[in-house]
């Protein structure tokens, strides 16, 4: 079965210092979210792509944050400088999105990238 | 703007019985929603969802959920709960008015399925 694979698992950094966070979606599915999940709390959106292209990105944080998915497959998440605030889950989903059409497609959730900022 | 509300933190049920969680939603437009599970450190896996047609959707592991369009409701349900059962679920609306596809999730609801 086909799986949103994320690297790594977990990540363990002090503040000030840089982080990165992988995805790869499902072969074939043409957006590509990333979310935020803090404890206790559902996931919330940080930036989504359909294809290479920012579709929504109006929840991160720009100053410290960047996403990106140049070939329009996998993506990459920055953090630079990490922040006591940032731990959290990151979690990479992605779903089926024809062009123009949208579809009643599911999330397909990866893993999840666990920070602990110290 | 959309909003999903689980007004239950916990839901304690005892294996056998039957299980609600509870889901209410606010959408400027019509809505699909979506049923989501999560297991400890492990990312979220689709369960069920609505888009249209039959009020009541069956979905995975036995279980389903109930639109009530009126009450802007879309609670979980299963006859009868299995310890296994036991982990956090989560709520999710995307507007159907919008083609942006963006899904806004609940907090959760944690159940527990005592033997």
């Known amino acids: 079965e086909a799986e949103v694979a994320q690297s790594p698992r977990y990540k363990i950094t002090e503040k000030s210092q840089a982080v990165a966070f992988w995805c790869d979606p499902i072969?074939?599915?043409?957006?590509l979210y990333w979310y935020r999940q803090i404890l206790g709390q559902g996931p919330e959106l940080l930036v989504q792509?359909?294809?290479?292209?920012?579709?929504?990105d109006s929840q991160l944080p720009k100053d410290r944050f960047s996403a990106e998915r140049l070939k329009g497959v996998d993506s990459t998440l920055k953090i630079q400088p990490a922040e006591l605030g940032d731990s959290a889950m990151y979690l990479c989903a992605s779903s089926i999105l024809d062009r123009g059409i949208l579809t009643t497609g599911e999330l397909f959730f990866g893993e999840g990238s666990r920070l602990t900022v110290l | 703007a959309q909003s999903v509300a689980q007004p239950e933190d916990q839901v304690n049920v005892a294996e056998g019985n039957p299980l609600t969680v509870k889901c209410t939603y606010s959408?400027?437009?019509?809505?699909?929603l979506f049923w989501y599970v999560q297991y400890p450190n492990r990312g979220l896996q689709f369960l069920l969802k609505?888009?249209?047609?039959?009020?009541l959707v069956k979905g995975s592991y036995g279980f389903e959920a109930e639109f009530n369009k009126s009450q802007t409701s879309f609670h979980l349900k299963k006859p009868s709960a299995l310890v296994s059962d036991s982990a956090l679920y989560f709520c999710a609306v995307r507007d159907l008015d919008t083609n942006a596809g963006k899904s806004t999730f609940g907090d959760g609801t944690t159940l527990t399925v005592k033997p």
């Open positions: 959408v400027s437009g019509n809505p699909y």
């Open positions: 072969s074939g599915h043409a957006t």
């Open positions: 792509f359909q294809d290479e292209s920012v579709v929504d």
């Open positions: 609505y888009i249209t047609g039959d009020n």
